[in-house]
């Protein structure tokens, strides 16, 4: 709950929010604000989140193989790609009619914690998925020298990880009804066509072409472009699932009601909705004649004395 105050000379405490125009035309632009604010931080929050557990995932592969990424690869990951799109992700404004249904309020939700699990399962199996293709194609064979960045199984992770950044900030960039389209946040998108071309270029570009940057970024490269063609592919089917998985599965009503199904909810946890369960349902009144029936006698009788 907030606030208003509808004059600045009785602002107060009470009413950490003070409007210039004397009525309640801006409660709704404050409620579409508040639910911008509050749906942008559960993204971001996510965000972060699955970008820390997947990365332990990939690391904790990584040493299965007796290797692991290089500091200069943990570097371009965390300064390059996830301190721009954290920071791109919020800047997106409310949108412009309000939703019937209010965003989610507790971070512990079920909706939540369930699609975060779902978002992380797909991301450690796609994973798996393109180890077990490097280990599939006749030309591998495993390093020599163990406990080193340069290997192949370090590279295909790190073109992942790289992707699945991007993929994700996208993905958990949702727009209506609490926040404008992807394409209004102008920052984001200069982010992602300045990091989306990098990230390609060096999942497709052949060794000969900037082996100093093979080089800085501690990575083995590949000569089969073949190979590098399916794992580009790979991360394109990842993101298209998890798009739509986000947009059209995590936020429908359907999927709401299974979850309420699942956990046997059958009353609601929030004090406010048991206090409107006890109300008059056919309070407030819509129609005048209703709203004016016991005041207009009283009036007529003031009138005629």
């Not at 907030?2 to 125009?21: C, D, H, M, N």
């Not at 699609?115 to 796609?126: D, G, N, P, T």
Request: glycine share 4%; proline share 7%; net charge positive.
């Amino acid at each position: 709950h907030a606030g208003i105050s509808l004059s600045e000379a009785e602002a107060s405490v009470a009413s950490p929010f003070t409007s210039k125009v004397p009525n309640i035309t801006c409660v709704p632009h404050l409620l579409a604000e508040g639910r911008a604010a509050l749906t942008t931080s559960f993204s971001v929050f996510k965000y972060m989140a699955l970008y820390s557990l997947i990365l332990f995932a990939s690391v904790s592969m990584l040493y299965w193989h007796f290797t692991f990424l290089g500091d200069q690869q943990y570097l371009y990951g965390d300064l390059v790609i996830i301190l721009f799109l954290s920071f791109a992700m919020g800047i997106t404004g409310p949108y412009s009619q309000l939703a019937k249904r209010r965003p989610p309020g507790s971070l512990a939700g079920v909706n939540v914690l369930v699609s975060m699990a779902i978002h992380i399962i797909l991301a450690v199996l796609f994973q798996v998925f393109a180890l077990l293709y490097l280990h599939s194609r006749a030309w591998y064979k495993p390093a020599a020298v163990i406990n080193r960045p340069e290997t192949d199984e370090t590279t295909v992770i790190f073109f992942f990880l790289i992707c699945q950044y991007v993929s994700l900030s996208v993905t958990l960039s949702t727009g209506p009804p609490y926040r404008k389209p992807l394409y209004t946040n102008v920052i984001f998108v200069l982010c992602l066509l300045v990091i989306v071309p990098c990230n390609v270029y060096i999942a497709l570009a052949p060794a000969d072409w900037a082996p100093g940057l093979w080089k800085l970024l501690q990575m083995r490269p590949f000569s089969y472009l073949l190979f590098r063609v399916g794992i580009l592919e790979l991360i394109i089917l990842y993101f298209i699932l998890t798009y739509l998985l986000e947009s059209y599965v995590f936020h429908s009503s359907w999927w709401h009601t299974s979850l309420r199904v699942i956990r046997c909810k059958k009353k609601p946890f929030n004090k406010y909705k048991h206090i409107l369960a006890t109300m008059d349902p056919q309070w407030p009144p819509l129609e005048k004649s209703k709203l004016l029936e016991g005041v207009w006698p009283q009036v007529e009788k003031k009138g005629s004395i």
